[in-house]
Nanobody, 119 residues
Framework: QVQLVESGGGLVQPGGSLRLSCAAS????????MGWYRQAPGKQRELVAAIPGAGSTTYADSVKGRFTISRDNAKDTVYLQMNSMTPEDTAVYYC?????????????WGQGTQVTVSS
């Protein structure tokens, strides 16, 4: 079992930056693939970025070059640095921890944090 708590959301002007944090507890953090997803009103939840315990990161095309995902395994925390933000980035952002054992996938979610980009 993994518990995830996001923080760092809020209101930012277009072109601004925010940094989201997700603190994990309850299990061995380093074995999970950590990800950030977002869901805008009326839209499906989508992957923003993901980072495994070791290896390369994955980004949605819409955020490449603007967002950076990172993790600190010593602190059991994953971050999402968001720069050059646009109103299209407005959504509830969710932290995800995923582990696959054989054919079984384990998914854990945070409660979400609202990000609003508006002037």
């Amino acid at each position: 079992q993994v518990q995830l708590v996001e923080s760092g959301g809020g209101l930012v002007q277009p072109g601004g930056s925010l940094r989201l944090s997700c603190a994990a507890s309850g299990n061995i953090f380093s074995i999970y693939v950590m990800g950030w997803y977002r869901q805008a009103p009326g839209k499906q939840r989508e992957l923003v970025a993901a980072i495994p315990g070791a290896g390369s990161t994955t980004y949605a095309d819409s955020v490449k070059g603007r967002f950076t995902i990172s993790r600190d395994n010593a602190k059991d925390t994953v971050y999402l640095q968001m720069n050059s933000m646009t109103p299209e980035d407005t959504a509830v952002y969710y932290c995800n921890a995923r582990r696959t054992v054989g054919t079984v996938r384990y998914d854990y979610w945070g409660q979400g944090t609202q990000v609003t980009v508006s002037s």
